[in-house]
């Protein structure tokens, strides 16, 4: 049995239909991994649970031990852009000394970009979906309004700060969403500067002056979470 109760896929009486072929260390991480991929590049409506068990090497019964609907599966993908960064946010909480309000957003800004950047697949472009103002998809919905609000608690009091009108402090989530249309950008050094470039931005339209001056704390608190 699995960590997380379910009976795994490749148990007698369900076995593969062929050696694993996907990345994952679990069945229900393949599942996601192929439909990661066939959403992002063939489209939500355009890919069955039938073509997704295809691709990992199962039997679509098998799939429905982990998923009961292709909605499951994208909200399992979709969360996957959001848990991480609600998951950091208790660490820039905790930090000591105790972090600004422009410190705080400058940190979560770098880190939840460098997550929609670092999948193997354009996760956050399912965003964009128009099938997602019909999927069933309330756990990601709720979670992604939590990290909205988590991201205007810290932006208000900086833009009141600075007199910039409050309705900017809801510009950096979005800027920070905007990197899912630059997730094509070739690998290396260019590409891994673009969160923080995004962070950047997200301090100058609240009125910030100077983000660089944030660099140095934020590298401190990314670097004790990688530990």
């Known amino acids: 049995m699995s960590h997380d109760g379910t009976m795994p896929l490749t148990r007698a009486g369900r076995p593969r239909l062929h050696a ?16 990661g991929e066939l959403f992002t590049t063939q489209g ?3 890919t069955s649970t039938r073509h997704i068990a295809e691709t990992v090497g199962i039997r679509q019964a098998s799939l429905y ?10 909200c399992a993908l979709l969360s996957q852009t959001v848990s991480p960064t609600l998951s950091f946010i208790p660490a820039l909480r905790a930090a000591r000394p105790a972090m600004s309000e422009a410190q705080q957003l400058h940190a979560l800004a770098v880190f939840d970009g460098t997550q929609l950047l670092s999948g193997r697949w354009n996760l956050g472009a399912l ?7 019909d999927a069933r998809l309330e756990p990601f919905y709720s979670d992604r309004e939590r990290l909205r609000r988590h991201y205007l608690k810290l932006s208000l009091p900086i833009s009141r700060g600075t ?3 409050p309705a900017a402090a809801d510009l950096p989530f979005r800027l920070v969403e905007s990197l899912v249309n630059m997730w094509s ?3 290396g050094e260019r590409r891994d ?3 923080r470039h995004v962070a950047d931005a997200c301090l100058r ?10 660099h140095d704390r934020t590298t401190e608190v990314l670097t004790a979470g990688a530990r």
């Open 20 to 35: 694993q072929r996907r990345p994952g260390t679990t069945a229900r991480d393949e599942i996601l991994d192929a439909a």
């Open 44 to 46: 939500y409506a355009g």
């Open 65 to 74: 031990h982990y998923f009961k609907t292709k909605d499951d599966i994208l």
């Open 127 to 133: 965003y964009l979906l128009p099938e997602l103002r």
């Open 163 to 165: 007199g910039v009108d």
């Open 185 to 187: 950008t070739p690998e």
């Open 193 to 195: 500067q673009l969160p």
């Open 205 to 214: 339209v609240l009125g910030v002056p100077d983000p660089d001056a944030l």
